[in-house]
C-alpha cells in the first residue's frame, strides 16, 4: 500500500491530522506512523491508537503486516519540540 493511500485513511478519520509515514523494513508493510491531531484531547494512549487502528483495520487485514504508531495532540508535539514536515 503507498504511503500516500495510508495517509489518505488516516485523514479521512481525523481531517486536522499531520500524518508521516515510514517504512521500517524496506518492504512497505511495516510502517512506523507518527500522527497529530487534536482529536487526541484528552484521550488516553489507548484509545488514540485504537482510533487510527480503526481507520486501518482493513488495510492491515490485506496490505500491511505491522505498523508502529506515535500519537499525540499539537500542543503536545509542539511541547516535545518535534517538527512537523
Keep these: 500500500m503507498a504511503f500516500e ?12 491530522a499531520h500524518v508521516e509515514v515510514n517504512d521500517m ?9 507518527m500522527i497529530v491531531s487534536d482529536q487526541f484531547k484528552g484521550k488516553m494512549l489507548i ?4 482510533m487510527v487502528m480503526d481507520l486501518l483495520k482493513e488495510s492491515l487485514k490485506a ?3 505491522a505498523v508502529q504508531l506515535k500519537t499525540m495532540d ?10 512537523l514536515k
Excluded: C, M, W, Y
Design 47 to 50: 484509545a488514540q491508537h485504537q
Design 63 to 65: 496490505e500491511i503486516h
Design 25 to 33: 523494513t524496506g518492504t512497505a508493510d511495516h510502517l512506523d506512523i
Design 5 to 16: 493511500n495510508v495517509k489518505a485513511l488516516i485523514k479521512s478519520g481525523l481531517p486536522d
Design 74 to 83: 499539537f500542543a503536545t508535539a509542539e511541547k516535545r519540540g518535534i517538527q
